[in-house]
C-alpha cells in the first residue's frame, strides 16, 4: 500500500517530467529556425568608381599686400594705409567691386635690434596689410595683378582660379564614376561566375578641384612690375562613388 506522502511525492515527479519535457520541446523548435536572411542580405558585390570632369577656369582669387616699415607705430601705419588705400583704387579701375575685397590678415610688430648679448633696442615697427581678392572676369587677372603693384601692393600671394558654378563638370564626373563602377562590377562578376542584380547601395565623394600645373604660391616685389602673363590652364573635377551591386 502506497502511503500518502509517497503518492504526493510521485505526482511531483511526474509534473517535474512534463515540464522538463515541454521545455526541451519549445528550445528545440527554436534553434530549428533557419536565418532567412543572412545569405540575401550578405551576398553582393562592391566596387569604387571613379570619374573625372574638366573645365576651364572663370574666375580667381588673389592675396594682395601692402608691408612698410618705419621708425615709429604711426609712421609705419600711415603709410602703410595710404599704400593700400591706392591700392583699392586701382583694383577699382579694373572692375574689381568692393564686396570682392575682402581683409584677411593686418599685422603690426616691433622689429628688435640683436647684438652679441641679444636684444638692444627697437629698430622700428613693420606692417602687413593683406587682402583676399576675388576677380570675377579671368581676362582681367594680369591687369589687375599689374595694377595693384603699381599702386603699391609689394607682395602677392598665390593666384587660385576657380569654376564659379562647378555643378555641371560634377554632374559629369559623376555619371563617369557610375559608369566605371558599373565596368567594374561587371568584370568581377564574370571573373568570380556569377550574375550581377540591381543595385543595393550607393554613396558618393566629391573631390577638390585640382588646380592647374605651376600656379599657386607666391611672391614679393619691391618696386613695380610689368603686368604678368598668367595661364588659367584647366581644372579637373573628381568624384567616387561606392556602388554595391545584389548579386542573382
Same mark, same amino acid.
Given at each position: 500500500m502506497?502511503?500518502k506522502? +509517497?503518492?504526493?511525492?510521485?505526482?511531483f515527479?511526474l509534473? =517535474? &517530467?512534463? %515540464?522538463l519535457?515541454?521545455?526541451a520541446?519549445?528550445?528545440? #523548435?527554436?534553434?530549428?529556425?533557419?536565418?532567412?536572411?543572412?545569405s540575401?542580405?550578405?551576398?553582393g558585390?562592391t566596387?569604387?568608381g571613379?570619374?573625372?570632369?574638366?573645365?576651364?577656369?572663370?574666375?580667381?582669387?588673389?592675396?594682395v599686400?601692402?608691408e612698410?616699415?618705419?621708425p615709429s607705430v +604711426?609712421?609705419?601705419?600711415?603709410?602703410?594705409?595710404e599704400? =593700400? &588705400?591706392? %591700392?583699392?583704387?586701382?583694383?577699382?579701375?579694373?572692375?574689381i #567691386?568692393?564686396?570682392?575685397?575682402?581683409?584677411?590678415?593686418?599685422s603690426?610688430?616691433?622689429?628688435?635690434i640683436y647684438?652679441?648679448r641679444?636684444?638692444?633696442?627697437?629698430?622700428g615697427?613693420r606692417?602687413?596689410n593683406?587682402?583676399?581678392?576675388?576677380?570675377?572676369?579671368?581676362s582681367?587677372? +594680369?591687369?589687375a595683378l599689374?595694377a595693384?603693384?603699381?599702386?603699391g601692393a609689394n607682395?602677392?600671394?598665390?593666384v587660385?582660379?576657380?569654376?564659379?558654378?562647378p555643378?555641371?563638370?560634377?554632374?559629369?564626373?559623376?555619371?563617369?564614376?557610375?559608369?566605371?563602377?558599373?565596368?567594374?562590377a561587371?568584370?568581377?562578376?564574370?571573373?568570380?561566375?556569377?550574375?550581377?542584380g540591381?543595385?543595393?547601395?550607393?554613396s558618393e565623394?566629391?573631390?577638390?578641384p585640382?588646380?592647374?600645373m605651376?600656379?599657386?604660391?607666391?611672391?614679393?616685389?619691391?618696386?613695380a612690375?610689368?603686368?604678368?602673363?598668367?595661364?588659367p590652364?584647366?581644372?579637373?573635377?573628381?568624384?567616387?562613388?561606392q556602388?554595391t551591386?545584389a548579386?542573382?
Amino acid at each position: 500500500m502506497i502511503s500518502k506522502r +509517497s503518492s504526493i511525492a510521485l505526482l511531483f515527479i511526474l509534473g =517535474l &517530467s512534463m %515540464v522538463l519535457t515541454s521545455c526541451a520541446g519549445t528550445l528545440s #523548435a527554436q534553434t530549428a529556425v533557419p536565418d532567412q536572411g543572412s545569405s540575401s542580405t550578405n551576398s553582393g558585390v562592391t566596387v569604387v568608381g571613379q570619374g573625372t570632369a574638366y573645365g576651364e577656369p572663370d574666375q580667381a582669387t588673389v592675396m594682395v599686400g601692402v608691408e612698410t616699415f618705419a621708425p615709429s607705430v +604711426s609712421e609705419a601705419t600711415s603709410q602703410n594705409q595710404e599704400n =593700400l &588705400s591706392s %591700392v583699392m583704387v586701382a583694383l577699382d579701375e579694373v572692375g574689381i #567691386a568692393p564686396e570682392d575685397i575682402q581683409t584677411t590678415n593686418y599685422s603690426l610688430y616691433a622689429e628688435q635690434i640683436y647684438g652679441e648679448r641679444g636684444p638692444e633696442g627697437i629698430a622700428g615697427y613693420r606692417v602687413s596689410n593683406q587682402v583676399n581678392v576675388t576677380i570675377r572676369d579671368i581676362s582681367k587677372v +594680369s591687369d589687375a595683378l599689374g595694377a595693384v603693384t603699381d599702386a603699391g601692393a609689394n607682395a602677392i600671394y598665390g593666384v587660385n582660379f576657380a569654376v564659379a558654378d562647378p555643378a555641371a563638370l560634377e554632374e559629369e564626373a559623376r555619371a563617369a564614376a557610375m559608369a566605371d563602377a558599373a565596368e567594374r562590377a561587371k568584370s568581377l562578376a564574370e571573373l568570380g561566375n556569377v550574375e550581377l542584380g540591381g543595385i543595393k547601395i550607393i554613396s558618393e565623394v566629391i573631390g577638390q578641384p585640382i588646380a592647374p600645373m605651376g600656379m599657386g604660391g607666391g611672391y614679393a616685389m619691391e618696386t613695380a612690375a610689368a603686368a604678368p602673363g598668367i595661364s588659367p590652364g584647366q581644372l579637373s573635377y573628381q568624384v567616387q562613388v561606392q556602388v554595391t551591386y545584389a548579386l542573382q
